[in-house]
């Protein structure tokens, strides 16, 4: 018996031991929640960083959650209160509310030298940076070349069309029945506001827009004024689609490249994440004659080459994450210019990484051509307004020039007024 049980209780306790070793090596869980359940193009991009870290960190196991934005965030504000949050989750610059309830944790260990120095600004609270700023972009006025051919108008590619013949544009659109620009604000803070901000950005200039927005220029100034009567000019004379209010993000998009059809189509230049998913998953017909304009010159502007550059989806760590090690180096694994150039090539789109935009190949490398081509020769503003104005002015902001005022539901008075009491 006793010859019998000792090998038995060698073979049990190396079987142990093994079990053990297995549980050690995959013991290291960290947890992501993200946006991007619906955007094929940059889910595949995370899930890919993730195996490659993976790979280099066989004792790190990244368990991904995946959600639309709206179902995330409310999900994030009731795990963040009861202490429950995961490790990694994806959040944008201007929800200040994380870094003033001290949800984040601090990424000065970073290694920010393959991070653009704006990008790491526009993440910076009180002098640290708390965010991984991998989405970056611009505001693009997309188009329907057939259509545009249709209505008589030439354009080229990165032409920036004057403010009357944009209008005649928007004019001849209306007169064939179709809707010049697909735009809507059913589920989003920012878009009905592109055409605003984009204006007052060419009207002011970098110097003066800012001021505008931080509280220092005042709204009644004339400048201000007149870009507001002729954006109401434009939009009076039917610019927008009536489903507006209620028209979401996702149903813009195909609101422009597939039913019922428009000649235009206003939006970040992330339009390529859902618009480049397959016609099935919601993305535009494969043939789509699809053509990228500047937005239209202003009147009397300082600065029609100005344009926004913003921040966008990135990815921020929990203050009371376990695993600080492992999120700073899963951070780190992706502040490259390998991975800043990857980003470029199958999402197309800009990033806050460091990248060399003339090294993209592949299938889509004209569509990223022709996005650069528009942004030549271009001024930049760093961030959106809402990721500037804090408080009751970026409230007020939203309400006015994001809804009511590209709405046709309030006055250029009454829009001053309220901004103006804002500040």
């Known amino acids: 018996m006793r010859r019998l049980f000792t090998p038995l209780v060698a073979l049990a306790t190396a079987v142990v031991m093994l079990f053990a070793s297995g549980q050690a090596m995959a013991q290291t869980e960290v947890t992501l929640w993200t946006h991007w359940a619906a955007e094929k193009i940059k889910r595949d991009f995370v899930e890919d960083a993730i195996r490659r870290f993976e790979e280099k960190n066989p004792g790190v196991k990244i368990k991904a959650s995946w959600y639309e934005k709206t179902a995330l965030y409310a999900a994030l504000k009731t795990a963040l209160r009861a202490g429950q949050a995961p490790d990694i989750f994806y959040a944008e610059p201007d929800q200040v509310e994380y870094m003033d309830n001290g949800f984040l944790l601090d990424l000065s260990d970073l290694n920010w030298q393959n991070i653009e120095p704006w990008a790491k600004d526009a993440w910076s609270y009180k002098g640290k940076p708390y965010g991984f700023p991998l989405e970056a972009s611009t505001v693009e006025l997309y188009y329907n070349r057939k259509m545009v051919d249709e209505l008589g108008v030439k354009i080229q590619d990165s032409e920036q069309l004057s403010p009357d013949a944009f209008l005649d544009l928007v004019k001849k659109a209306k007169a064939k029945g179709w809707t010049p620009i ?36 005042a709204w009644s100034d004339p400048r201000v004024v007149d870009t507001l009567k002729w954006l109401r000019t434009v939009i009076d004379a039917g610019l927008l689609p009536t489903s507006f209010t209620s028209l979401k993000l996702g149903e ?55 344009r926004t550059l913003g921040v966008q989806g990135s990815y921020v760590a929990n203050a009371d994450t376990k695993h600080k090690k492992e999120v700073i180096a899963f951070f780190n694994s992706m502040a490259n210019q390998e991975t800043g150039n990857r980003w470029l090539e199958s999402v197309l789109v800009q990033t806050g990484i460091k990248s060399d935009p003339s090294k993209i190949t592949g299938p889509n490398a004209e569509y990223f051509k022709m996005l650069a081509a528009t942004n030549k020769g271009a001024k930049y503003y760093f961030g959106a307004p809402i990721q500037v104005m804090q408080g009751k002015a970026r409230e007020v902001f939203t309400q006015v020039i994001n809804n009511a005022f590209p709405a046709g539901t309030i006055s250029v008075e009454d829009a001053v007024k309220q901004l103006a009491a804002s500040n």
């Open 182 to 217: 697909a735009l809507g604000v059913g589920d989003r803070p920012c878009p009905g506001a592109y055409l605003t901000h984009e204006a007052l950005l060419e009207k002011l200039g970098t110097e003066d827009y800012d001021k505008l927005l931080r509280g220092k220029l």
């Open 252 to 306: 813009a998009h195909t609101y422009f490249h597939t039913n019922p059809g428009a000649v235009m189509f206003l939006n970040g230049s992330w339009y390529t994440s859902r618009a480049f998913n397959p016609p099935d998953k919601g993305g535009q017909p494969k043939d789509f004659p699809l053509g990228i304009m500047r937005f239209p010159a202003v009147p009397g502007a300082a600065c029609n080459a100005c």
